[in-house]
């Protein structure tokens, strides 16, 4: 081959190679840091995140810092009717490895007020709309803090798997509590679990706190029938419920600590109860949205208890009010130092026990001048009179069929008017009362909250 042949070759081939090539790279380097691409690159991720999640996105900027990692920068979510915001990170990195999606948050924050929002999309869109298969998505956080107001709860080495099995995906969470004596306890536990085999489909949801008490202001958002039980209440224990569809279906059962009796009682009934609990609860068994069995032990102590709701028991529950107390006076509340009851409730029978007074068996209440209200032996009622004990007759009647439902807290009963009868004095303040002995710590005042 003549030499100008061969000179020419390799200059093509120096071009087509070499040259080439390189300017290639280097324009897409140009183009990729160029700001019209970021811009494009960002909007792209906010439209994906937005179609997926249902909630708008928006985020300060993308970067990559490698081909197989994003860096999102300051993200913020948002309700897409009230511009309310539902959560935010100041980093998200989102990383493709081990056929796997592996997300890294920076102080994300969330409301406490949208848990129930955020628990819906976990159901709505991850589960019920996700593929039948896809890789597993891994979520990590050092500290989530849940904002509420001026106040917040962290939740501290949270891990967050959402993946795709036989029966459908399936989302666990699990974090530590800083209350924890140590990070090396086990964590509690959250799973929510789809299965597409049944007919309907149904979701699981599952709560285990594995020795850790968990406030249930974490389980208000979503389940605002947990306000009942005071702002300062926390749950130990566990909590398995399926949704059908139908209303909800399960077990739960655990330690409610704290149960504050005004916030249960006293601010949505014309009655008195004030005190802080610890109700042990055995078995709390759903059936389609109806409670169909509750056992277990309530224990308070320093309370106070209205003469109206005393004369309500023994009306309708067939409880045995003391006539030898002489801290029992109509209309007035009466001071107790012990309350101990045992209670077992469903379809048929609501029965009382009572363990108050050591050396007399069935004493539900008692003070330090003696018994207040006993059970009797192998006491039963019906559970229709669990609320004609705390609803009065002129305000609600109430039907004697299983068909009015059990219990007042799983009813859509009306909003009672205060009577203002023998039930209790106009214009009563709950509030936490000294023990009925001279003590040397008196109990605070608490001051109402109605609702």
């Known amino acids: ?97 081990d056929s796997s999606w592996q997300i890294q948050a920076w102080q994300p924050r969330v409301a406490a007020d949208r848990l129930g929002d955020l628990a819906r999309l976990i159901e709505g869109r991850l589960l019920r709309e996700a593929a039948a298969a896809g890789p597993p998505c891994v979520i990590t956080a050092s500290e989530l803090l849940l904002v509420d107001g001026n106040e917040g709860q962290s939740l501290l080495n949270v891990l967050a798997r959402l993946e795709y099995g036989l029966c459908g995906p399936t989302a666990e969470c ?59 209440c926390r749950l130990d224990g566990r909590i398995a419920v399926e949704n059908s569809g139908a ?16 916030a249960l009682v006293t601010e949505h009934f014309p009655h008195q109860l004030s005190g802080l609990a610890k109700v042990n609860v055995e078995r709390a068994s759903l059936n389609r949205g109806k409670l169909a069995e509750l056992r277990g032990t309530m224990q308070s102590h320093d309370g106070a208890i209205s003469h109206s709701l005393l004369a309500a028991a023994q009306e ?20 107790f130092r012990q309350l101990s009851i045992g209670f077992a409730l469903n379809d048929r029978a609501f029965s009382l026990t009572g363990s108050a007074d050591t050396a007399r068996p069935g004493v539900l209440l ?29 305000q609600y009647q109430v039907p004697a069929t299983r068909q009015t439902d059990a219990l007042v807290s799983l009813l859509p009963v009306p909003d009672l008017a205060p009577a203002q009868t023998a039930t209790r004095p106009a214009g009563h303040v709950p509030t936490r009362l000294a023990p009925a002995a001279p003590s040397a710590a008196a109990s605070p005042i608490r001051q109402p909250a109605l609702r």
């Open 247 to 262: 209303g909800l279906s399960g077990d739960c059962s655990g330690t409610l600590h704290d149960v504050d009796l005004d």
């Open 316 to 335: 309708h529950l067939g409880l045995v009010l003391a006539t030898d107390n002489a801290s029992i006076q109509p209309g007035r509340s009466v001071a």
């Open 1 to 97: 081959m003549p030499s100008p042949a061969r000179l020419l070759i390799c200059r093509a081939a120096i071009v087509c190679f070499c040259l080439l090539p390189t300017a290639t790279v280097g324009g897409w380097i140009v183009q990729r840091t160029s700001g019209q691409f970021a811009i494009a690159q960002k909007a792209e991720w906010e439209r994906a995140l937005t179609s997926r999640l249902g909630v708008t996105v928006a985020i300060e900027a993308v970067t990559y810092p490698s081909h197989a990692l994003a860096s999102l920068k300051n993200i913020r979510l948002t309700d897409p009717e009230t511009g309310d915001w539902i959560a935010e990170a100041s980093q998200i990195e989102v990383a493709a490895a």
């Open 174 to 232: 699990t974090f530590h509590l800083p209350s924890a004596e140590n990070n090396s306890a086990a964590p509690v536990r959250l799973i929510v679990a789809r299965n597409r085999q049944l007919a309907p489909p149904t979701t699981l949801w599952q709560l285990e706190t594995s020795g850790n008490p968990v406030p249930l202001s974490l389980l208000s958002a979503a389940f605002p029938a947990t306000h009942r039980l005071g702002s300062h």
């Open 366 to 394: 008692a003070n330090a001048a003696g018994p207040i209200l006993q059970a009797p032996p192998q006491h039963a009622a019906p559970p229709v009179n669990l609320l004609r004990t705390l609803l009065p007759d002129n």
